[in-house]
């Protein structure tokens, strides 16, 4: 059974850092995993896409996280990272890892990570 376990939430002041790290434990074919990424949910909002990688290295950001943002992967460890630079409290929301198995069309979530950002 494949989980991934994300790490790296937290609480910090507008203009801090944090770094969010998902990992997947369980078997799980590094070739099968198409892209990769993060989403997250803000209180009373949908769920919506922050950055997405895919096995090839492209990456994808919202217009909200472009120029703060930054996406990386490591396909053999099938790990994701964000690195969110330059917090601000509408960054305030639960962040959601995926992956993406394009070989079965099957999308796994990790059970998702606070990161709270204070005015």
């Known amino acids: 059974q494949v989980q991934l376990v994300e790490s790296g939430g937290g609480l910090v002041q507008a203009g801090g850092s944090l770094r969010l790290s998902c990992a997947a434990s369980g078997t799980m074919s590094s070739l099968s995993i198409s892209a990769m990424g993060w989403y997250r949910q803000a209180p009373g909002k949908q769920r919506e896409v922050a950055a997405t990688i895919t096995r090839g290295g492209n990456t994808n950001y919202a217009d909200s996280v472009k120029g703060r943002f930054t996406i990386s992967r490591d396909s053999a460890k099938n790990t994701v990272l964000l690195q969110m630079n330059s917090l601000q409290p509408e960054d305030t929301a639960v962040y959601y890892c995926?992956?993406?198995?394009?070989?079965?069309?099957?999308?796994?979530w990790g059970q998702g990570t606070q990161v709270t950002v204070s005015s």
């Open positions: 995926w992956f993406y198995n394009g070989i079965m069309n099957y999308a796994y």
